[in-house]
Nanobody
Framework: QVQLVESGGGLVQAGGSLTLSCGAS????????MAWYRQAPGKQRELVAS???????NYADSVKGRFTISRDNAKNTVYLQMNSLKPEDTAVYYC???????????????WGQGTLVTVSS
């Protein structure tokens, strides 16, 4: 079995910073794309940023220049550095991978349980 476990959420004032982490557990051989999504109350889940195994990144327009996604392939971990946070960044942030390969199986569309980020004005 594979799990993605997020950490680092919390309450921060507007203009502040937070770093989210997401680690994958299990006998993992390879993780393809890793990404962060978020879902604000009453809104659909949206892509925040993604990163390929080769470190090619993609960002939502709303976070470009403020958020940075990175990954450590040796640790099976992805990070999201969030700077200049705004109240509209308030949401549950979810870690995601499109494909996780273990010694025994391949898992697709794997989600974490989410971590809440609240930005106060």
């Amino acid at each position: 079995q594979v799990q993605l476990v997020e950490s680092g959420g919390g309450l921060v004032q507007a203009g502040g910073s937070l770093t989210l982490s997401c680690g994958a557990s299990g006998s993992i051989s390879n993780i393809n794309v890793m990404a962060w999504y978020r879902q604000a109350p009453g809104k659909q889940r949206e892509l925040v940023a993604s990163i390929t195994r080769g470190a090619t990144t993609n960002y939502a327009d709303s976070v470009k220049g403020r958020f940075t996604i990175s990954r450590d392939n040796a640790k099976n971990t992805v990070y999201l550095q969030m700077n200049s946070l705004k109240p509209e960044d308030t949401a549950v942030y979810y870690c995601y991978s499109d494909r996780v390969i273990t010694r025994s199986a391949t898992f697709v569309r794997v989600w974490g349980q989410g971590t809440l980020v609240t930005v106060s004005s």
